[in-house]
């Protein structure tokens, strides 16, 4: 089966960001969404999808707008993994990111989502965390 062959490909990535040691694999679970008969892969650690599967696919060269879309779930591994999800301004701007990817995913969408500025992701990530987190 070949959703079998890509998790076991995941759960062997090998750690491409090595800065943080005590960093698990990606562990992939399956979910099939039955009414459309549509298995989805996924995979929750925000840590292995950090050090592992973003540095993956920053190798694939992406030939159309998923490589956007790709950029800006980067964006949102980051402010979950850092923490500035966890601030107001940090969870609107991923609110904001989700509405622009969701509302581009389809081509008969007559209304684009919202564009994202630079300034509004710079913004949050000048933002001062309430704790500090160590990678």
């Given amino acids: ?6 998790s076991a490909y995941l759960e062997v990535l090998p750690k491409a960001f090595t800065y943080s040691t005590n960093t698990l694999p990606p562990h992939v679970n399956w979910t099939l969404n039955k009414p459309v008969s549509v298995w989805s892969l996924s995979i929750s650690n925000v840590d ?12 694939v060269p992406f030939q159309s ?22 601030l107001t301004e940090g969870k609107a701007l991923v609110y904001q990111i989700s509405c622009f990817i969701n509302s581009g995913r389809y081509s ?28």
């Fill in 1 to 6: 089966m070949v959703l079998t062959a890509i």
């Fill in 48 to 59: 292995a999808l950090h050090y592992y599967v973003i540095y993956l696919f920053l190798a």
């Fill in 65 to 86: 707008i998923k490589g956007v879309y790709f950029l800006f779930w980067c964006i949102v591994v980051h402010l979950h993994k850092y923490g500035y999800f966890y």
């Fill in 108 to 135: 008969t969408n007559p209304t684009p989502g919202p564009v994202i500025e630079l300034d509004s992701i710079k913004k949050v990530l000048s933002l001062d965390l309430p704790v500090a987190l160590s990678p």
